[in-house]
């Protein structure tokens, strides 16, 4: 709750920011957090197109009620969620056309090994596919070189997160 409070502050004292703010598994199990957030959403609706919330993928694997409960009311109010650490659990992927995340973060293990190993490199293209039939944006983080910019401009991907200096679009 203190972490949101702040944040929503910052982004009224700041017109021109937007936050993206990770969520605990704790945190999104608590009934008292639910009914935080729906007050919140409902006092704040002005600077809602402003904030994101990323909850990790092994949350939805672990408590996926919770979090279909938690995503009720960001679509409600059109608040922007996704899902981070995406593809960790590549087995059970179902959860994507239930819960309808707008976008996803590809775990950062599959770009350690990328320019490596060709069966990665199939494997990232098949997680990464899977998000864009659920309609969902597909980021990939912890990109290193342009080497892996190169390789997963040849994927479905729609954004990375990384140390490429400057930033390349894909």
């Known amino acids: 709750k203190y972490v949101l409070d702040h944040a929503f502050g910052i982004l009224r004292a700041n017109s021109g920011m937007s936050l993206s703010i990770n969520l605990t598994i704790s945190s999104i199990s608590s009934e008292n957090f639910f009914s935080y957030v729906r007050t919140l959403f409902s006092n704040n609706d002005d600077i809602l197109n402003r904030i994101a919330f990323e909850i990790p993928e092994n949350a939805i694997i672990h408590h996926q009620d919770a979090v279909s409960k938690l995503s009720e009311p960001c679509r ?5 969620w996704g899902i981070d650490q995406f593809g960790r659990h590549f087995q059970s992927l179902e959860y994507l056309t239930e819960l309808t995340p707008a ?7 599959y770009m350690s090994i990328i320019t490596k190993d060709e069966n990665a490199q ?3 293209a098949a997680v990464c596919r899977t998000a864009h039939n659920a309609g ?10 342009t080497e892996q910019i190169e390789l ?5 991907v729609d954004g990375y997160q990384g140390l490429v200096q400057p930033a ?3």
């Open 103 to 109: 976008y996803v973060k590809v775990d950062h293990g």
């Open 152 to 156: 997963i401009n040849q994927l479905f």
């Open 76 to 80: 409600g109010f059109k608040v922007i």
């Open 136 to 145: 969902a944006v597909t980021v990939v983080t912890r990109v290193e070189n």
């Open 168 to 170: 390349r679009e894909i």
């Open 122 to 124: 199939s494997v990232l």
